[in-house]
Protein backbone atom coordinates (compact mmCIF):
# COMPACT_ATOMS: atom_id res chain seq x y z
CA UNK A 1 0.00 0.00 0.00
CA UNK A 2 2.90 2.37 1.24
CA UNK A 3 4.61 1.54 -2.32
CA UNK A 4 1.38 2.33 -4.47
CA UNK A 5 1.17 6.09 -2.82
CA UNK A 6 4.56 6.65 -3.22
CA UNK A 7 4.51 5.40 -6.97
CA UNK A 8 1.34 7.47 -7.95
CA UNK A 9 2.08 11.01 -5.43
CA UNK A 10 3.57 13.28 -8.30
CA UNK A 11 -0.20 12.23 -10.43
CA UNK A 12 -1.97 13.63 -7.49
CA UNK A 13 -2.97 17.28 -7.07
CA UNK A 14 -0.89 19.41 -4.83
CA UNK A 15 -2.92 19.12 -1.86
CA UNK A 16 -3.73 15.49 -1.96
CA UNK A 17 0.19 15.28 -2.57
CA UNK A 18 0.42 16.78 1.05
CA UNK A 19 -1.59 14.29 2.44
CA UNK A 20 0.26 11.59 0.88
CA UNK A 21 3.83 12.29 1.89
CA UNK A 22 1.66 12.59 5.35
CA UNK A 23 0.66 8.90 4.84
CA UNK A 24 4.66 8.18 4.25
CA UNK A 25 6.31 9.94 6.74
CA UNK A 26 3.91 7.98 9.77
CA UNK A 27 1.67 5.54 8.26
CA UNK A 28 1.05 4.41 12.22
CA UNK A 29 0.07 7.86 13.41
CA UNK A 30 -1.94 8.74 10.66
CA UNK A 31 -4.14 5.79 10.70
CA UNK A 32 -5.13 6.16 14.39
CA UNK A 33 -5.53 10.36 13.93
CA UNK A 34 -8.97 11.75 13.35
CA UNK A 35 -9.53 13.64 10.17
CA UNK A 36 -9.87 17.09 11.70
CA UNK A 37 -6.12 16.48 12.50
CA UNK A 38 -5.02 14.99 9.57
CA UNK A 39 -6.40 17.68 7.57
CA UNK A 40 -4.58 20.52 10.04
CA UNK A 41 -1.32 18.66 9.73
CA UNK A 42 -1.37 17.88 6.19
CA UNK A 43 -2.62 22.18 5.75
CA UNK A 44 -5.41 20.89 3.19
CA UNK A 45 -9.21 20.57 4.12
CA UNK A 46 -10.94 17.61 5.14
CA UNK A 47 -12.65 17.14 2.45
CA UNK A 48 -9.12 16.68 0.59
CA UNK A 49 -8.34 14.34 3.39
CA UNK A 50 -11.28 11.83 2.04
CA UNK A 51 -10.67 12.62 -1.92
CA UNK A 52 -6.88 11.50 -1.27
CA UNK A 53 -8.11 8.44 0.22
CA UNK A 54 -10.84 7.64 -2.90
CA UNK A 55 -8.11 8.69 -5.10
CA UNK A 56 -5.91 5.64 -3.93
CA UNK A 57 -9.02 3.43 -4.59
CA UNK A 58 -10.50 3.32 -1.32
CA UNK A 59 -14.06 3.44 -0.20
CA UNK A 60 -13.07 6.96 2.01
CA UNK A 61 -11.36 7.33 4.76
CA UNK A 62 -12.15 4.86 7.09
CA UNK A 63 -11.45 2.43 4.51
CA UNK A 64 -8.09 3.99 4.12
CA UNK A 65 -7.24 3.35 7.67
CA UNK A 66 -8.32 0.14 8.34
CA UNK A 67 -6.29 -1.14 5.13
CA UNK A 68 -3.18 0.99 6.16
CA UNK A 69 -3.14 -0.31 9.46
CA UNK A 70 -3.02 -3.73 7.92
CA UNK A 71 -0.58 -2.81 5.90
CA UNK A 72 1.92 -1.28 7.93
CA UNK A 73 1.31 -4.69 10.44
CA UNK A 74 4.23 -7.69 9.69
CA UNK A 75 1.00 -8.93 7.44
CA UNK A 76 0.75 -13.15 7.18
CA UNK A 77 4.50 -14.63 7.24
CA UNK A 78 5.34 -16.68 4.19
CA UNK A 79 2.06 -15.56 2.33
CA UNK A 80 2.15 -11.76 1.41
CA UNK A 81 3.36 -8.70 3.18
CA UNK A 82 0.09 -6.68 3.25
CA UNK A 83 -2.46 -9.30 3.78
CA UNK A 84 -3.90 -9.67 7.29
CA UNK A 85 -5.40 -12.69 8.18
CA UNK A 86 -9.15 -11.52 8.55
CA UNK A 87 -8.82 -10.34 4.85
CA UNK A 88 -11.62 -11.45 2.35
CA UNK A 89 -10.87 -12.54 -1.12
CA UNK A 90 -11.44 -9.72 -2.58
CA UNK A 91 -8.89 -7.60 -0.17
CA UNK A 92 -6.45 -10.35 -1.08
CA UNK A 93 -6.90 -9.93 -4.89
CA UNK A 94 -6.84 -5.79 -4.48
CA UNK A 95 -3.68 -6.50 -2.10
CA UNK A 96 -1.64 -8.72 -3.90
CA UNK A 97 -2.46 -7.07 -7.44
CA UNK A 98 -2.01 -3.20 -6.21
CA UNK A 99 1.35 -4.32 -4.94
CA UNK A 100 3.08 -5.71 -8.02
CA UNK A 101 2.08 -3.25 -9.96
CA UNK A 102 2.86 -0.52 -7.22
CA UNK A 103 6.75 -2.31 -7.36
CA UNK A 104 6.39 -2.03 -11.06
CA UNK A 105 5.99 1.59 -11.58
CA UNK A 106 8.78 2.29 -8.61
CA UNK A 107 11.08 -0.12 -10.67
CA UNK A 108 10.50 1.91 -13.73
CA UNK A 109 11.26 5.34 -12.18
CA UNK A 110 14.63 3.87 -10.31
CA UNK A 111 15.82 1.54 -12.61
CA UNK A 112 19.27 1.88 -14.45
CA UNK A 113 18.97 2.71 -17.83
CA UNK A 114 23.21 2.68 -17.86
CA UNK A 115 23.35 -0.72 -15.62
CA UNK A 116 20.99 -2.50 -18.29
CA UNK A 117 22.65 -1.28 -20.88
CA UNK A 118 25.78 -2.38 -19.72
CA UNK A 119 24.03 -5.81 -19.46
CA UNK A 120 22.47 -5.91 -22.61
CA UNK A 121 25.74 -5.23 -24.33
CA UNK A 122 27.42 -7.99 -22.30
CA UNK A 123 25.28 -10.30 -23.34
CA UNK A 124 24.58 -9.11 -27.00
CA UNK A 125 28.65 -9.31 -27.26
CA UNK A 126 28.43 -13.26 -25.93
CA UNK A 127 25.88 -14.25 -28.49
CA UNK A 128 28.05 -12.68 -31.39
CA UNK A 129 30.96 -14.65 -30.41
CA UNK A 130 29.18 -18.11 -29.92
CA UNK A 131 29.94 -18.03 -26.71
CA UNK A 132 27.81 -19.18 -23.36
CA UNK A 133 25.27 -17.46 -21.58
CA UNK A 134 24.43 -19.59 -18.44
CA UNK A 135 21.23 -18.19 -16.16
CA UNK A 136 21.82 -19.66 -12.51
CA UNK A 137 19.15 -19.22 -9.51
CA UNK A 138 17.95 -21.19 -6.18
CA UNK A 139 14.51 -21.94 -5.13
CA UNK A 140 12.02 -19.27 -6.92
CA UNK A 141 14.88 -17.42 -8.35
CA UNK A 142 16.01 -21.43 -9.58
CA UNK A 143 12.72 -21.09 -11.40
CA UNK A 144 13.29 -17.31 -12.74
CA UNK A 145 16.92 -18.70 -14.17
CA UNK A 146 14.39 -21.32 -16.46
CA UNK A 147 12.62 -18.74 -18.13
CA UNK A 148 15.24 -16.28 -18.79
CA UNK A 149 17.14 -19.47 -20.45
CA UNK A 150 14.15 -20.19 -22.81
CA UNK A 151 13.67 -16.47 -23.69
CA UNK A 152 17.29 -16.74 -24.53
CA UNK A 153 17.51 -19.91 -26.39
CA UNK A 154 14.74 -18.81 -28.78
CA UNK A 155 16.73 -15.98 -29.46
CA UNK A 156 19.09 -19.14 -31.07
CA UNK A 157 21.95 -18.09 -27.67
CA UNK A 158 23.89 -20.34 -26.51
CA UNK A 159 22.57 -20.95 -23.36
CA UNK A 160 21.24 -23.39 -20.14
CA UNK A 161 19.81 -22.86 -16.75
CA UNK A 162 21.18 -24.62 -13.46
CA UNK A 163 19.48 -24.51 -10.06
CA UNK A 164 21.33 -27.34 -8.63
CA UNK A 165 24.56 -25.69 -6.78
CA UNK A 166 27.14 -28.62 -7.53
CA UNK A 167 26.06 -28.09 -11.63
CA UNK A 168 26.21 -24.49 -10.77
CA UNK A 169 29.89 -24.89 -9.53
CA UNK A 170 30.63 -27.17 -12.21
CA UNK A 171 29.48 -25.29 -14.86
CA UNK A 172 31.04 -22.21 -14.00
CA UNK A 173 34.06 -23.63 -13.86
CA UNK A 174 34.07 -24.79 -17.54
CA UNK A 175 33.12 -21.04 -18.31
CA UNK A 176 36.13 -18.64 -19.34
CA UNK A 177 36.44 -14.87 -20.88
CA UNK A 178 33.48 -14.69 -23.89
CA UNK A 179 30.98 -16.19 -21.38
CA UNK A 180 28.75 -14.69 -19.41
CA UNK A 181 26.89 -15.80 -16.11
CA UNK A 182 23.95 -14.36 -14.65
CA UNK A 183 23.18 -14.90 -11.04
CA UNK A 184 19.54 -14.64 -9.83
CA UNK A 185 18.72 -13.98 -6.14
CA UNK A 186 16.43 -12.43 -3.71
CA UNK A 187 17.94 -12.26 -0.77
CA UNK A 188 21.73 -12.11 -2.10
CA UNK A 189 23.18 -14.07 0.43
CA UNK A 190 22.99 -17.93 -0.72
CA UNK A 191 26.38 -19.65 -0.46
CA UNK A 192 26.06 -21.74 -3.75
CA UNK A 193 25.22 -18.61 -5.90
CA UNK A 194 27.71 -16.48 -4.82
CA UNK A 195 30.41 -19.65 -4.93
CA UNK A 196 29.59 -20.35 -8.81
CA UNK A 197 29.92 -16.44 -9.30
CA UNK A 198 33.15 -16.69 -7.50
CA UNK A 199 33.99 -18.83 -10.09
CA UNK A 200 32.84 -17.58 -13.01
CA UNK A 201 35.19 -13.97 -12.77
CA UNK A 202 38.13 -15.59 -11.99
CA UNK A 203 38.05 -17.76 -15.12
CA UNK A 204 38.17 -14.43 -16.92
CA UNK A 205 33.46 -14.68 -17.27
CA UNK A 206 31.55 -11.65 -17.51
CA UNK A 207 29.16 -11.64 -14.33
CA UNK A 208 25.83 -9.98 -14.28
CA UNK A 209 23.90 -10.18 -10.69
CA UNK A 210 20.27 -9.50 -10.28
CA UNK A 211 19.02 -8.88 -6.40
CA UNK A 212 18.70 -6.48 -3.96
CA UNK A 213 20.86 -3.38 -2.82
CA UNK A 214 23.45 -3.82 -0.44
CA UNK A 215 23.34 -7.75 -0.49
CA UNK A 216 26.79 -9.32 -0.79
CA UNK A 217 26.19 -10.52 -4.11
CA UNK A 218 25.40 -7.15 -5.66
CA UNK A 219 29.06 -6.40 -4.70
CA UNK A 220 30.17 -10.00 -6.25
CA UNK A 221 29.57 -9.79 -10.72
CA UNK A 222 30.55 -6.93 -12.63
CA UNK A 223 27.51 -5.67 -13.53
CA UNK A 224 24.85 -5.58 -10.74
CA UNK A 225 20.90 -4.95 -11.53
CA UNK A 226 19.10 -3.73 -8.65
CA UNK A 227 15.96 -5.47 -7.57
CA UNK A 228 14.97 -3.95 -4.44
CA UNK A 229 11.47 -4.72 -2.92
CA UNK A 230 10.64 -4.68 0.95
CA UNK A 231 9.94 -8.34 0.96
CA UNK A 232 11.43 -10.11 3.91
CA UNK A 233 13.08 -12.88 2.76
CA UNK A 234 13.38 -14.57 6.19
CA UNK A 235 9.71 -14.41 6.73
CA UNK A 236 7.74 -13.81 3.19
CA UNK A 237 7.32 -15.91 0.44
CA UNK A 238 9.24 -13.71 -2.60
CA UNK A 239 5.83 -12.67 -4.66
CA UNK A 240 6.64 -9.39 -5.89
CA UNK A 241 10.23 -9.90 -5.95
CA UNK A 242 10.18 -13.08 -8.42
CA UNK A 243 7.87 -10.86 -10.25
CA UNK A 244 10.49 -8.05 -10.60
CA UNK A 245 13.12 -10.48 -11.72
CA UNK A 246 10.78 -11.41 -14.34
CA UNK A 247 10.36 -8.24 -15.72
CA UNK A 248 14.32 -7.43 -15.24
CA UNK A 249 14.91 -10.52 -17.47
CA UNK A 250 12.36 -9.70 -19.96
CA UNK A 251 13.87 -5.89 -20.39
CA UNK A 252 17.44 -7.96 -21.00
CA UNK A 253 15.81 -10.28 -23.58
CA UNK A 254 13.62 -7.88 -25.64
CA UNK A 255 16.69 -5.64 -25.52
CA UNK A 256 19.44 -8.27 -26.53
CA UNK A 257 16.42 -9.27 -29.22
CA UNK A 258 17.45 -5.47 -30.56
CA UNK A 259 20.42 -5.86 -30.89
CA UNK A 260 20.59 -8.84 -32.99
CA UNK A 261 18.11 -7.82 -35.13
CA UNK A 262 14.93 -8.55 -36.68
CA UNK A 263 16.55 -9.44 -40.11
CA UNK A 264 18.04 -12.56 -38.24
CA UNK A 265 15.75 -13.63 -35.83
CA UNK A 266 12.29 -12.95 -37.71
CA UNK A 267 12.60 -15.65 -39.74
CA UNK A 268 14.26 -17.82 -36.88
CA UNK A 269 11.51 -17.20 -34.98
CA UNK A 270 8.63 -17.58 -37.78
CA UNK A 271 10.16 -20.88 -38.64
CA UNK A 272 9.93 -22.15 -34.96
CA UNK A 273 6.49 -21.07 -35.13
CA UNK A 274 5.49 -22.68 -38.18
CA UNK A 275 6.92 -26.17 -36.80
CA UNK A 276 5.33 -25.74 -33.00
CA UNK A 277 1.96 -25.62 -34.97
CA UNK A 278 1.73 -29.27 -35.12
CA UNK A 279 1.73 -29.47 -31.57
CA UNK A 280 -1.39 -28.06 -30.90
CA UNK A 281 -4.94 -29.09 -31.67
CA UNK A 282 -6.89 -27.18 -34.61
Do not use: W
Not at 121 to 146: D, H, K, M, P, W
Not at 248 to 258: E, M, S
Request: charged residues 20%.
Amino acid sequence: MLDRIRASLQSLAPAEQRVGKLVLSDPRIFANLPVSELAERAHVSKPTVVRFCRSMGYDGLSDFKLKLAGSVSEGVPFIHRSVDADDKTGDVLVKVIDNAVAAFLKYRNDASTFAIERAAQALAATYQTGRRIEFYGVGNSGIVAQDAQHKFFRLGVNTVAYSDGHMQVMGATMLGPGDCIVVISNSGRTRDLMDACDIARKNGATAIVITATGSPLASAGHIHLAADHPEGYDRYSPMVSRLLHLVIIDVLATTVALRIGGARLQPLLREMKNNLRNKRYA
